[in-house]
């Protein structure tokens, strides 16, 4: 695996997984595209804000505090792949 992706693994693994791999409390799910779609339509930049500033019962920042604009970017890349 290249480091890049370890990294991205790592941050997501302790961060946005705790709720976006199971969808807990309506977060779109990891490796469901079709949850995705309409987040997607906003525009990567208004995600990347929504993790920020937090979205309903999403924390602020997603609980990853050393994330910055370009791994929020990234992780929200990787959970809307397919699995
Ligand atoms: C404590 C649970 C929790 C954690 C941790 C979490 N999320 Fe979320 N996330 C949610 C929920 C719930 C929603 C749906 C919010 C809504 O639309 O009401 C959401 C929505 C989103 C959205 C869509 C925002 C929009 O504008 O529609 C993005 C993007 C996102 N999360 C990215 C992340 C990333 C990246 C991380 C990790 C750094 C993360 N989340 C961590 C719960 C969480």
Same mark, same amino acid.
């Given at each position: 695996m $290249?480091?890049?992706d370890?990294k991205l693994? /790592?941050?997501?693994?302790? !961060?946005?997984a705790v709720?976006?791999? $199971?969808?807990? $409390?309506? $977060?779109?799910?990891?490796?469901?595209?079709a /949850?995705w779609? !309409?987040?997607?339509a906003?525009?990567? =930049?208004t995600?990347?804000? !929504?993790?920020?500033n937090g979205?309903?019962? @999403?924390?602020?920042?997603? @609980?990853?505090?050393?994330? !910055?604009a370009? =791994?929020?970017?990234?992780?929200? /890349?990787? @959970?809307?792949?397919?699995?």
């Open positions: $290249a480091q890049e370890k693994q /790592e941050l997501y693994g302790k !961060s946005c709720c976006h791999a $199971a969808g807990a $409390a309506g $977060a779109p799910k990891t490796g469901v595209p /949850e779609e !309409s987040r997607l906003k525009g990567m =930049d995600l990347v804000t !929504s993790v920020q979205l309903n019962a @999403m924390p602020p920042k997603g @609980m990853c505090f050393d994330c !910055s370009e =791994d929020y970017k990234a992780l929200i /890349e990787y @959970m809307a792949k397919p699995e």
